[in-house]
């Protein structure tokens, strides 16, 4: 891969990371909720209606969810505008250590939790989100 083309993955990954903001945003008020819902319902497979916002603990939990999507996928954007051409490695091998480190811990927190099918789901997030990060770009 070519520096061009893992500077354009990086706002790929910056994408799929910060997408997840603003619905979980949503879910911060009750006439808003459904889509954060819902995305809880599909990641606790099966969709079974389960999943709810009732308590304003979870309302909570999923501003500061948000929030932080929202900020690290603005960061992940800012790194491939403002830092990439500087430090091209140094980059590709921060987003991927913390990418990584986002997998190891939410899919452990999910099996702790009772919730395995979720690691399933960011197994898929992780491959999409790193794409060709995996591998230095050639010079």
């Not at 808003?32 to 319902?41: H, I, Q, S, Y």
């Not at 999507?69 to 954007?77: D, E, P, R, S, T």
């Not at 986002?102 to 992780?126: E, K, M, Q, R, Y």
């Amino acid at each position: 891969m070519s520096h061009q083309f893992h500077k354009f993955w990086l706002k790929v990954t910056a994408i799929v990371v910060g997408s997840f903001g603003p619905i979980f945003f949503l879910g911060t008020m009750a006439p808003t909720l459904e889509p954060a819902r819902l995305t809880l319902d599909i990641l606790s497979w099966p969709i079974d209606g389960a999943t709810t916002y009732a308590s304003p603990d979870t309302r909570f939990l999923s501003a500061l969810t948000g929030g932080f999507l929202m900020g690290w996928g603005v960061m992940i954007w800012c790194l491939s505008m403002w830092v990439y051409d500087a430090a091209p490695e140094g980059v590709r091998r921060s987003v991927l250590t913390g990418t990584i480190a986002w997998f190891l811990l939410d899919s452990a927190g999910s099996i702790a939790s009772g919730t395995p099918s979720n690691a399933a789901f960011n197994a898929v997030v992780l491959l999409v989100a790193v794409g060709p990060l995996w591998r230095p770009a050639r010079t």
